[in-house]
């Protein structure tokens, strides 16, 4: 696998083609002992997430990467999900969800990393 920071704009990526809105991708690992990197996008239905969850997947296992974990279903619904790839976690999240947990300000001491055209 390539460097984890080349990984984690390339799992942006995807997730940015995918139709996830505004994804943001965050270099969170000067802050926590468990992960490198956060990407945020916004999903619009269960659908839209499990297509992204799919994409997301099929890249990782393709770089010899194991999904963790992936809640599919948290209790409160289809609000958010994740993605646990070990040094990058994926939160896809309905708008609502993103807008009360506000990651981006929860983890405003990371790094938000330009998501640009040399990562595809």
Known sequence: MENTEEFAKKIAHLVR???G???VLIDVSE???WTDYFVIATVNSSTHWQGIFRQVNEFAKQNG???RQSNKKMPSGDDWNLIDLGTVVVHLMSKEAREFYDLEKLWKAGKILEIDSSSE
Do not use: F, H, P, R
């Open 65 to 67: 990467v194991e999904t």
């Open 17 to 19: 083609d995918g139709k």
């Open 31 to 33: 802050l926590n002992s």
């Open 21 to 23: 809105a505004n994804t």
